[in-house]
């Protein structure tokens, strides 16, 4: 339950700080908030340098303080650096698309899970395909996998997730394939593994998250 009223409360506890930022701090940048953690967007460096005085100024008042550890600034115009921000990794980055068209330099902000994001979903994956479960009916671990897979998929299909997208899909099956493998054991034949790949797995259930991104303006 607490995982369910952290936010809520955090919400309601921090509209202060929106209500703060709105008539005391609006001018040095734009300040976007999810519960606890949020981002101030500046125009330049002297701006950011204030909107972060700012703002450690109005927490104090609520009897907060910002995260050390948590707290950073990033200089997105380059496209050197970037940030992550609610699960994602945000950064600037040249459309190779319009580039190789028009040579024309136009850039956007790439949003696309973050390692910690990715290295969640491979988490989740592992504890479901652990090698006990290699004798289990396959249809069954997949029927498993899939809400979890399309669960994480559907939070960044806006994004610029592909890369990452087949990324996981490659790890699922190499997992459903090592299981296979454990439960085959010595009575694994030559070419067998080469058999057991996506198509097999999906002729079995399967999900996969490549194809399914969907901007803002078609999702």
Known sequence: MRGVISPLLSNIFLHALDKAWTRDGAQYGTLV???DDFVIMCDTKAACERAEARVRQLLTRLGLELHPEKTRKVDLSRGEQGFDF???HLRKKMSGPIWARSRKRVYFLQREPSKRSMMRIRSRVRELTPRARCHEDL???I???NPVVRGWGEYFRTGNAAEKFVSVDGFVVRRLRSM???RKGRHL???QV???NRDYFEALGLGRLRGTIRYPEAA
Do not use: H
């Open 33 to 35: 908030r999810y519960a």
């Open 86 to 88: 609610l699960g994602c």
């Open 139 to 141: 249809r069954a671990v």
């Open 143 to 145: 029927g498993t996998l």
């Open 180 to 182: 296979l493998v454990k």
């Open 189 to 191: 034949r030559a070419g």
């Open 194 to 196: 080469v058999r057991w």
